[in-house]
């Protein structure tokens, strides 16, 4: 995919294409009183429609704002071709404070996901709640939520948390012999509605846990649920000694500064595009720390709506999820045997599925 693409704002509702199997569809709906910013970024549609969920958030720029869109309507892509699901990756992101967000400027992206007839489907993401999404299903049809999977919330959560939680036991075998956590120092970054409840899962495991987080309030419910664990100021997190660091907050976390201060053996969190650029694997696998794709382990979530889409059963769907550990398993095995990083690897399979099944298209169906 490039990531080049062709930004104006002619018209209301503008269609940016930026790639043969990708397109950039920028919002700009004008209410009453003010206008809805919104980018929907589909990366590829090889495997079918753009599963991503619907972010608000107040960015500093523009310009940072569209790199954030870009890189993570990729990263859903590589999620759903490596745990074979049958979409392409996508996100909607909503630009702006926070304390003005309304039932109209949901309902109004709602009107235009309708409008792109399928090709993006929305769920829930950072910044957005149950019912912002529930004004978003009141005027499309294309939305993930929880009555789809039998699940009174569609907050997914516990589901990714589940899918780290076993990427981390996979990797621990390989890299400690054994897959127990107990007595395992584990430094999560970010405890929000998946940080804390993979800070439940490693609990139960006796985990030794430290815990981080730009609001205050978060770090002291964790404490006041698990009076064990240890706070620990953002800026000290990274320099931690550890055995595990688990970033579950925001993206462009790891680049080469952080990698000469990180003293842990493995980095396995839920945050989408944890590393500034790819070649921060190289460097983390030259350091001897082994970093687990975040595109795999937290693939629950995009397994469950996919699934779901799909009709299939919800137990099969949690045996997928499951199966994350299997993935694991087999990506460090593999990465091994060809001494590469563990993500060069799985991006190339994940793109490899993406060109196989968007090869079939170029079969001609007879009508006979």
Same mark, same amino acid.
Request: with cysteine; glycine share 8%; hydrophobic share 40%.
């Given at each position: 995919?490039?990531?080049? %693409?062709? *930004?104006?704002?002619? #018209?209301?509702? +503008?269609?940016?294409?930026? /790639? $043969?199997?990708?397109?950039?569809?920028?919002?700009?709906?004008?209410?009453?009183?003010?206008?809805?910013?919104?980018?929907?970024?589909?990366?590829?549609?090889? @495997?079918?429609p753009a599963i991503g969920g619907v972010r608000?958030?107040? *960015?500093?720029?523009?310009?940072?704002?569209?790199?954030?869109?870009?890189?993570?309507?990729?990263?859903? +892509?590589?999620?759903?071709?490596?745990?074979?699901?049958?979409?392409?990756? /996508?996100?909607?992101?909503?630009?702006?404070?926070?304390?003005?967000?309304?039932?109209?400027?949901?309902?109004?992206?709602?009107?235009?996901?309708?409008?792109?007839?399928?090709?993006?489907?929305?769920?829930?993401? =950072?910044?957005?709640?149950?019912?912002?999404?529930?004004?978003?299903?009141?005027?499309?049809?294309?939305?993930?939520?929880?009555?789809?999977?039998?699940?009174?919330?569609?907050? *997914?959560?516990?589901?990714?948390?589940?899918?780290v939680y076993l990427g981390i036991k996979a990797?621990? !075998?390989?890299?400690?012999?054994? +897959?127990?956590?107990?007595?395992? !120092?584990?430094?999560?970054?970010?405890?929000? #509605?998946?940080?804390?409840?993979? @800070?439940?899962?490693?609990?139960?495991?006796?985990?030794?846990? %430290?815990?981080?987080?730009?609001?205050?309030?978060?770090?002291?419910?964790?404490?006041?649920?698990?009076?064990?664990?240890?706070?620990? !100021?953002?800026?000290? @997190?990274?320099?931690?000694?550890?055995?595990?660091?688990s970033p579950c907050a925001f993206g462009d976390?790891?680049?080469?500064?952080?990698?000469?201060?990180?003293?842990? #053996?493995?980095?396995?969190?839920?945050?989408?595009?944890?590393?500034?650029?790819? &070649?921060?694997?190289?460097?983390?696998? &030259? +350091?001897?720390? @082994?970093?687990?794709?975040?595109?795999?382990?937290?693939?629950?979530?995009?397994?469950?709506?996919? &699934?779901? =889409? *799909?009709?299939?059963? $919800?137990?099969?769907?949690?045996?997928?999820?499951?199966?994350?550990?299997?993935?694991?398993?087999?990506? =460090?095995?593999?990465?091994?045997?060809?001494?590469?990083?563990?993500?060069?690897?799985?991006?190339?399979?994940?793109?490899?599925?993406?060109?196989?099944?968007?090869?079939?298209?170029?079969?001609?169906?007879?009508?006979?």
């Amino acid at each position: 995919m490039s990531t080049r %693409y062709f *930004y104006h704002f002619l #018209k209301p509702l +503008s269609f940016l294409f930026f /790639g $043969k199997n990708s397109a950039f569809f920028g919002v700009f709906q004008a209410l009453t009183g003010y206008y809805l910013n919104a980018k929907i970024p589909n990366h590829d549609s090889s @495997l079918g429609p753009a599963i991503g969920g619907v972010r608000y958030w107040n *960015y500093p720029s523009e310009d940072a704002l569209i790199k954030d869109a870009i890189r993570s309507a990729e990263s859903a +892509s590589l999620t759903a071709a490596l745990c074979g699901c049958d979409a392409g990756g /996508g996100k909607a992101i909503l630009w702006g404070d926070p304390s003005q967000k309304n039932e109209r400027m949901f309902r109004a992206l709602g009107r235009y996901i309708q409008g792109l007839g399928g090709r993006f489907i929305a769920a829930i993401d =950072l910044g957005t709640t149950v019912d912002d999404i529930a004004a978003i299903q009141k005027e499309t049809e294309f939305v993930v939520c929880g009555s789809l999977i039998g699940e009174s919330e569609c907050d *997914y959560s516990s589901i990714t948390a589940r899918g780290v939680y076993l990427g981390i036991k996979a990797a621990c !075998k390989t890299v400690f012999g054994s +897959s127990s956590l107990a007595g395992k !120092k584990i430094s999560i970054q970010g405890i929000g #509605k998946v940080g804390f409840s993979l @800070l439940e899962l490693l609990h139960k495991e006796k985990a030794e846990l %430290y815990v981080s987080d730009v609001f205050f309030e978060k770090v002291k419910a964790a404490k006041d649920a698990y009076p064990d664990v240890i706070l620990v !100021k953002p800026a000290e @997190l990274q320099a931690l000694e550890v055995d595990i660091f688990s970033p579950c907050a925001f993206g462009d976390v790891i680049g080469l500064e952080t990698v000469k201060k990180l003293r842990c #053996k493995m980095i396995a969190g839920s945050a989408n595009n944890q590393l500034v650029s790819e &070649d921060i694997a190289d460097f983390l696998d &030259d +350091s001897g720390i @082994l970093f687990l794709p975040d595109f795999l382990i937290n693939s629950g979530e995009t397994i469950t709506i996919n &699934d779901a =889409l *799909y009709q299939i059963p $919800k137990v099969r769907s949690q045996e997928r999820v499951e199966q994350i550990y299997d993935l694991v398993e087999e990506l =460090l095995l593999k990465a091994r045997e060809e001494k590469r990083p563990p993500y060069h690897i799985a991006k190339d399979n994940a793109l490899k599925r993406m060109r196989e099944i968007r090869s079939l298209k170029k079969i001609h169906l007879s009508n006979n």
